[in-house]
């Protein structure tokens, strides 16, 4: 498993530019919502967790079909899936492996991109804190989009429809931590909300997986 | 009549179903008749909301079946990933776009509603977010049956998406319902007026019973819709089948 993972994080960082693309995308949305909804401060400040949160979701979904569309066309998938690692030990480190090089490290660009949205100094903490909790849910739940969409040609748009209303209560519960702590409120509620989806979906969902890619490889 | 699972044999299928849908199409249209004549044209205005209290006649029972249908969709997944029978799933995939629809009819209706009544066609309601999350699983779900070409893959990853998707249905539902509360409070103003609609309860029986044959009209409407759909996609494959076969001889 550890080869595995040390694999797709050295494919990742080597192969072709897909690593940092995520983080640009990331910080361009940023960049973007001011001249969205203009430049004023106060406003800016009030939906900078929530735009925080939801360029992060973006960039998230915009490297997933990189998790297993690779290893599907030149076949190293087939080759996994013979190997005595078990399919559900192996989605789970591709979720791992890219969480490590898309979620991480927007994770610690995020509060950069706060300055950028002129976010609360008490948000800072809290946005850092429920992206770290939240962001591997996302890579979670988007390898099992990835799983389902595999074997399809131009499966990228179908994944984005499957994989973003699976993303609703991560993002919901996720941006009101980043929320409530921008505004100064107590956030132990949607914290243990945010903490158990991630922990549940880690612990379940690579089960259906598993079982959708077995189904894709069959 | 020896038990329900002779059903999964799609010719007794097709046949049965040949036989009971001109019964469940009259039933229905006359249910819809009547309970929509009923309740448009004979029950009094509301004191407080007019006339547009009769959107309920659409409304509530679309709504009613919008949610009915996906429970059916996953019951019929489990039943194809437990026992593989090939009608339960196609009768998935038949109940998804009419499921659908009844998601629209609910939606358009309750803005058309909510105009006169909240002074808005939307609001980010609790109940208004989760059906329209519920109009997205339900488009996935079409979309992925649409996309694979081989029948049993797509059965398969439909059924596992539709497991999935209900579990993330309802964590959408409960998020959505702690995601408002805590966001603003103005509106539940908005939600003790869905509220007075929504639950059956507090309707006087005026309107009561012509709600009752109209939800009875939808649910037939809907297996009446089910059947054809899924007698139609047994006979287009077959037809494949022999197509198929034809060309191979």
């Known amino acids: 498993m550890i080869a595995l993972l040390l694999r797709d994080l050295r494919l990742a960082v080597r192969a072709g530019g897909g690593f940092g693309l995520g983080l640009v995308f990331f910080l361009i949305v940023t960049v973007l919502v001011p001249f969205g909804v203009g430049p004023q401060t106060d406003l800016l400040s009030r939906i900078a967790p929530g735009v925080l949160w939801v360029g992060a979701l973006l960039a998230c979904l915009l490297s997933l079909d990189r998790i297993l569309a690779l290893d599907w066309e030149d076949g190293s998938l087939d080759l996994l899936a013979t190997a005595p690692l078990p399919m559900e030990g192996i989605v789970s480190v591709k979720a791992l492996a890219h969480w490590i090089t898309t979620g991480l490290p927007l994770v610690f660009i995020a509060p950069m991109l706060g300055v950028l949205l002129s976010l609360p100094l008490e948000g800072y903490v809290w ?16 390898t099992f989009g990835a799983a389902l969409t595999v074997g399809l040609k131009r499966g990228g748009l179908l994944m984005s429809l499957l994989v973003l209303p699976l993303y609703v209560p991560t993002l919901i519960f996720g941006a009101e931590v980043a929320r409530r702590g921008a505004d100064g409120l107590a956030v132990a509620t949607p914290l243990a909300m945010l903490a158990g989806i991630s922990f549940g979906v880690m612990a379940l969902l690579p089960f259906a997986s ?6 894709n490889l069959r | 009549m020896a038990s329900i699972w002779e059903y999964a044999n799609p010719v ?4 049965t179903a040949d036989r009971v849908l001109p019964w469940l199409s009259g039933l229905s249209l006359t249910a819809l008749v009547v309970g929509l004549v009923w309740g448009f044209f004979f029950t009094p205005d509301d004191y407080r909301q007019g006339a547009t209290v009769k959107i309920i006649y659409l409304h509530v029972p679309a709504a009613l079946m919008a949610i009915n249908a ?12 437990v026992r593989r029978h090939h009608v339960s799933a196609l009768a998935a995939r038949a109940a998804a776009p009419v499921g659908a629809l009844f998601t629209v009819i609910a939606l358009v209706t ?22 329209l999350i519920l109009f997205l699983f339900y488009l996935g779900y079409m979309a992925l049956w649409g996309a694979i070409e081989n029948d049993d893959t797509a059965a398969d990853l439909t059924s596992i998406l539709c497991l999935v998707g209900s579990v993330f249905a309802i964590l959408s539902r409960y998020a959505v319902n ?34 009752f044959i109209c939800m009875a009209g939808f649910a037939l409407l ?13 006979r287009a494959r077959r037809m494949r089948a022999l197509l198929m076969r034809e060309r191979m001889a």
């Open chain 2, 110 to 131: 309750g803005a058309i509603w909510g105009q006169p009544m909240w002074g808005t066609w939307w609001a980010w309601d609790p109940r208004l977010t989760s059906f």
């Open chain 2, 178 to 211: 702690f995601w408002n509360q805590g966001l603003h409070q103005g509106a539940s103003v908005m939600r003790a007026g869905a509220l007075a609609g929504d639950t059956a309860e507090r309707v006087s029986n005026v309107y009561a019973v012509p709600l």
């Open chain 2, 222 to 234: 809907f297996l009446a819709l089910v059947l054809l759909r899924t007698q139609t996609e047994i």
């Open chain 1, 210 to 215: 598993a079982a959708v890619l077995r189904i």
């Open chain 1, 127 to 142: 946005v850092l804190v429920s992206l770290l909790l939240g962001t591997p849910a996302l890579s979670v739940i988007g």
């Open chain 2, 70 to 81: 996906w429970l059916m969709m996953l019951v019929t997944s489990l039943i194809w990933i």
């Open chain 2, 12 to 15: 007794k299928f097709v046949r």
